[in-house]
């Protein structure tokens, strides 16, 4: 029997397994073949293995977090549709036509299960196994069943979750309230780091070439400057790779390393901080990246 994956796994096998593919074929052709293509497999090789699994990622935690913020209502809903003498397939199938946003589709498909016969625990139950990429959601099920086979009140319950969720999210918004102020911050960091890039490459970068141009002529007698590539020829193929040309490739590649590092590594600071969760920094980094190509292109 063939086994099926779902669209999260698949994406990380296909993600890892194309990123490794490429790296080993960026490696033999940097040993036997071009430098420059090489290095080109090896990079292309990072984006196909990181990018795609931490994009889809950042859209699943963004997919809960939206549905997160409709749950409360959901449950406080039921509860009042339950007090008011409904039974519960009823209940859930008055959810079902009200509007939750991205938590719509789920109250649905569940309702229809109960329509069809579905026991109402074990549609409960399914309906927690699709949402258990939120701890909030998966827990406050697994209560509501508890309470459903051991015949308590489910109806308070549900809304003593719903107003206990509520606080919680209040509370959360207040900290991303205030730590949104950190999040400007740190963009503002970042932006003057590239400022600082740009100065360093148009001002003292010329400065060094002429000065080791002219130490050059004094030891031997010539104007030939210092070329920084025969040290360190691997970081001027990965900007030859790239695409940056000029005098200063080696410089350039050495910023622009350096500020797609600060980059993602800001971003996944600031989504920590503004949203208490590694995957949120995506966004911000993605953000930052992008800047700094865009002064790269423009300014360097």
Same mark, same amino acid.
């Given at each position: 029997?063939?086994?099926? &994956?779902?669209?999260?796994?698949?994406?990380?096998?296909?993600? /890892?397994?194309?990123?490794?593919? +490429? +790296?080993?074929?960026?490696?033999?052709?940097? *040993?036997?073949? !071009?430098?420059?293509?090489?290095?080109?497999?090896?990079?292309?090789?990072?984006?196909?293995?990181?990018?795609?699994?931490?994009?889809?990622?950042?859209?699943?935690?963004?997919?809960?977090?939206?549905?997160?913020?409709?749950?409360?209502?959901?449950?406080?809903?039921?509860?009042?549709?339950?007090?008011?003498?409904?039974?519960?397939?009823?209940?859930?199938?008055?959810?079902?036509?009200?509007?939750?946003?991205?938590?719509?589709?789920?109250? /649905?498909?569940? %309702?229809?299960?109960? !329509?069809?016969?579905?026991?109402?625990?074990?549609?409960?139950?399914?309906?927690?196994?699709?949402?258990?990429?939120?701890?909030?959601?998966?827990?406050?099920?697994?209560?509501?069943?508890?309470?459903?086979?051991?015949?308590?009140?489910?109806?308070?319950?549900?809304? %003593?979750?719903?107003?206990?969720?509520?606080?919680?999210?209040?509370?959360?918004?207040?900290?991303? !309230?205030?730590? %949104?102020?950190?999040?400007?911050?740190? &963009?503002?960091? &970042?932006? *003057?780091? +590239?400022?600082?890039?740009?100065?360093? &490459?148009?001002?003292?970068?010329?400065?060094? !070439?002429?000065?080791? $141009?002219?130490?050059?002529?004094?030891?031997?007698?010539?104007?030939?400057? /210092?070329?920084?590539?025969?040290?360190?020829?691997?970081?001027?193929?990965?900007?030859?790779?790239?695409?940056?040309?000029?005098?200063?490739?080696?410089?350039?590649?050495?910023?622009?390393?350096? %500020?797609?590092?600060?980059?993602? $590594?800001?971003?996944?600071?600031?989504?920590?901080?503004?949203?208490?969760?590694?995957?949120?920094?995506?966004?911000?980094?993605?953000? /930052?990246?992008?800047?700094?190509?865009?002064?790269?292109? *423009?300014?360097?």
């Amino acid at each position: 029997m063939v086994k099926k &994956y779902t669209t999260e796994e698949l994406i990380k096998k296909v993600s /890892l397994g194309g990123g490794a593919l +490429l +790296l080993a074929i960026g490696l033999v052709i940097s *040993m036997v073949g !071009s430098r420059i293509v090489g290095i080109m497999f090896l990079i292309l090789a990072v984006i196909i293995g990181v990018v795609p699994f931490s994009i889809y990622q950042y859209f699943k935690f963004n997919k809960y977090a939206k549905m997160e913020e409709q749950f409360p209502r959901f449950m406080k809903d039921f509860s009042e549709s339950v007090k008011g003498g409904m039974g519960f397939p009823q209940a859930l199938d008055m959810a079902a036509k009200t509007d939750y946003g991205a938590l719509s589709p789920e109250v /649905l498909k569940a %309702s229809n299960q109960v !329509s069809w016969g579905m026991p109402f625990p074990r549609a409960m139950k399914k309906f927690a196994e699709r949402l258990k990429g939120s701890k909030v959601m998966r827990q406050s099920f697994a209560l509501v069943n508890e309470a459903f086979v051991a015949g308590g009140n489910v109806a308070d319950i549900m809304e %003593s979750i719903a107003e206990n969720i509520g606080a919680i999210r209040t509370i959360e918004d207040e900290r991303k !309230s205030a730590m %949104s102020q950190q999040v400007f911050i740190m &963009y503002f960091i &970042y932006i *003057m780091f +590239l400022g600082i890039i740009v100065a360093l &490459y148009k001002l003292l970068i010329p400065m060094i !070439s002429v000065i080791s $141009s002219a130490e050059a002529g004094d030891m031997f007698g010539g104007g030939t400057p /210092l070329d920084s590539c025969t040290v360190v020829p691997l970081l001027c193929g990965m900007g030859e790779a790239i695409g940056f040309t000029g005098d200063h490739v080696y410089f350039k590649t050495l910023f622009f390393c350096m %500020s797609i590092v600060q980059g993602i $590594s800001s971003g996944i600071l600031a989504g920590t901080i503004g949203e208490g969760k590694v995957v949120a920094g995506t966004k911000h980094a993605v953000i /930052l990246v992008i800047a700094a190509m865009v002064v790269f292109i *423009m300014f360097i």
